[in-house]
């Protein structure tokens, strides 16, 4: 794995969005899990009720996430536009990394 420029420059050059949700907090390990289990999502962090997503190739990642859990009837209090980070471009370098093994693998 090889990224270069910088910190902005590689988050940019991944696609890397980040939505921070704040669910009620008795649906919130449901919503993390369902979340993680999205195609196009890269990483889910849990911190109570907000969970902090970080999604790649979507146009619309707000409404993504609204919508998943809005299908899973799980009530998005709060749904807002997160700041991507180079520890979010480096796991979904990975993820991808990884994804590419295995397909070459089976």
């Known amino acids: 794995l090889l990224a270069t420029g910088t910190p902005e420059e590689v988050v940019q050059a991944r696609d890397v969005r980040v ?28 911190y109570g009720k907000l969970i902090r997503v970080a999604l790649r190739g979507l146009d619309d990642p707000e409404r993504f996430v609204r919508d998943a859990l809005g299908a899973a009837q799980l009530h998005v209090q709060r749904c807002i536009p997160g700041r991507a980070t180079v520890e979010d471009a480096f796991v979904s370098m990975v993820r991808e990394d990884d994804e590419k093994r295995a397909v070459e693998a089976a």
Do not use: K, N, T
């Not at 921070?20 to 962090?45: F, H, K, M, N």
């Open 19 to 46: 939505v921070e949700v704040e669910v009620d907090e008795v649906q919130a390990i449901a919503a993390a899990d369902l979340l993680r289990a999205q195609p196009g999502v890269d990483g889910v962090s849990h």
